[in-house]
């Protein structure tokens, strides 16, 4: 999701500031959480592996960690 943006002709009007403000309130809740999960290492790099769907567990034990750390504070 992009927010709007405003030009020199026609600047945003309060609505789309309203939904601009909604959409950026997502979008940090989203870069935070997969920023937590960079924090882990595995997923910051790149994953050599042979198996298949092991990618998937990773990703799913790295955002189960992160979970638990958000619970935890």
């Known amino acids: 999701m992009l927010p709007k943006k405003a030009t020199r002709k026609t600047p945003l009007s309060p609505e789309q500031k309203k939904e601009n ?3 950026s309130g997502i979008r940090i809740t989203v870069e ?3 920023a937590g999960i960079k924090r882990l290492g595995c997923m910051s790099q790149s994953l050599r ?5 092991i990618d998937d567990t990773f990703i799913l034990l790295s955002a189960g960690l992160w ?4 619970r935890r504070d």
């Open 21 to 23: 403000k909604l959409i």
């Open 32 to 34: 935070h959480a997969i």
């Open 49 to 53: 592996n042979r198996r298949p769907f």
């Open 67 to 70: 979970n638990f750390h958000l």
